[in-house]
């Protein structure tokens, strides 16, 4: 009987129980198409599906003599069918079984982290639409500079993830695919018939070419896809826990009740899923680097590149999917203190605004040169004197010269910055 496989969890996905039940799936669907070309009758494919199965207890058994892993799991599965196990994995080399076993997983993981990255989408798009004109000060290089809003953050974030979702989607194509081409690729023992069939029923294209595996710049590409994705999880996290500290405060991870943040220090909150997330984005960002390396195999192929994947096809995909998870509930539960931002916004006393005023001499009549060196000029002292800058900026005759008061202090309007809150927003979200 051909296993009925629904997709689980990511953790069940990468089972010992999951691999086999694909592998044995892989040689079923060979077994009924070779039936199909008359190499097996129907009394004996009926016998074989029939009875195929297998023990992971019994494989690990007959491993640790054989020292292979496909040669025990076949043993196990004839131990189980007869004498009819003869046409099982007829004409097949490993390989043929295992990679296509594992693009079939890596398919199945990259639909599952698609789900969440869609959730992650929507509690973006949620949060951005929240705060759509929360007003808050946008820093370069750490420093203040001017005006944005809390939702323009999470609008950057939402098209970012947009694009890691075009990746990802194009890293499962590109992934789906397996092989059934013999031992080095030549279909010398194998009709391709054979990968024809197998390929369709497991939902899988049959690659183009291949030599005894397929070749592994495919991985790279998944692997990469996924190490892009938590990199922008590592970047959001990194905002977060900078708005996090104290002396900004502009945001905060839900305290839930009855948490604690330091063993010591009974007042800490501390944004540990950020911090978290920052540390795993750096494991499936390090994993690239592997999966580039298994690119270059010796001639047809060796197998360096399996003991890598083993490792990190489900580290990554458990991982990221962790990832996905843990950053959907974050931006959803998200608190932020809007009060707190437009404290933050008046720190440097008005400094913020100086660009508005710059543009605003140019356009009464002062050089560019002339107009920068004043409100320069100005700037420095207000961050020495804390005296507002407005007030700084009437003490300059260049400025006096060009704009009254009133004038001046519609260059300190924030809505002035708010203009095209809503054309960024229609370019976002449009679709």
Not at 137 to 156: N, Y
Not at 173 to 178: A, D, E, L, M, P
Not at 351 to 374: N, T
Request: hydrophobic letters at 40%.
């Amino acid at each position: 009987m051909i296993p009925r496989y629904t997709r689980p969890d990511m953790g069940a996905l990468w089972t010992d129980e999951s691999k086999f039940d694909t592998w044995l799936k892989i040689e079923l669907f060979a077994c009924e198409a070779w039936a199909e070309k008359g190499k097996i009758s129907p009394s004996a494919l009926a016998n074989i599906k029939n009875k195929a199965t297998f023990s992971v207890e019994r494989i690990n058994e007959i491993e640790a003599t054989v020292r292979h892993d496909v040669i025990a799991f076949l043993t196990c599965v004839g131990e189980n069918i007869g004498p009819d196990s003869r046409f099982v994995h007829l004409g097949l080399t490993s390989s043929d079984v295992v990679d296509t076993a594992l693009s079939y997983l890596l398919k199945e993981a990259g639909l599952l982290l698609l789900e969440g990255v869609d959730k992650l989408l929507i509690a973006l798009k949620n949060k951005a639409f929240e705060h759509k004109m929360t007003v808050c000060v946008g820093r370069s290089h750490g420093i203040h500079a001017e005006p944005t809003t809390f939702g323009l953050k999470m609008a950057i974030y939402y098209a970012e993830m947009q694009r890691n979702r075009v990746r990802l989607e194009r890293a499962v194509k590109t992934i789906s695919v397996g092989q059934i081409s013999g031992a080095v690729g030549t279909y010398g023992n194998i009709d391709p018939a054979i990968e024809e069939y197998v390929c369709e029923k497991m939902g899988l294209e049959a690659a183009p070419i291949s030599t005894q595996v397929l070749q592994r710049d495919r991985h790279a590409e998944y692997f990469s896809a996924l190490a892009i994705t938590s990199a922008t999880i590592e970047k959001m996290s990194v905002e977060l826990r900078h708005l996090q500290r104290t002396e900004v405060l502009e945001a905060e991870e839900k305290f839930h009740e009855g948490q604690k943040g330091s063993s010591a220090m009974p007042h800490k909150r501390n944004p540990i899923t950020a911090e978290n997330l920052t540390g795993l984005a750096r494991v499936v960002k390090g994993n690239l680097f592997a999966a580039l390396d298994n690119i270059a195999l010796w001639h047809e192929r060796d197998i360096s590149h399996s003991s890598v994947e083993r490792i990190i096809a489900p580290d990554s995909t458990i991982l990221l999917d962790t990832m996905l998870a843990r950053m959907t509930r974050l931006i959803s539960e998200l608190t932020v203190y809007p009060d707190r931002m437009l404290e933050n916004l008046d720190t440097t006393h008005g400094l913020i605004f100086s660009q508005k005023a710059l543009l605003d001499l140019i356009s009464a009549g002062l050089s560019r040169e002339a107009a920068y060196e004043s409100v320069q000029r100005a700037a420095m002292k207000c961050w020495k004197s804390k005296t507002p800058f407005i007030d700084l900026l009437m003490e300059e005759k260049n400025v006096t010269d060009k704009l009254t008061r009133d004038q001046l202090e519609r260059s300190f309007d924030l809505s002035y910055y708010l203009t095209q809150v809503d054309y960024i927003f229609n370019k976002v979200f449009k679709a």
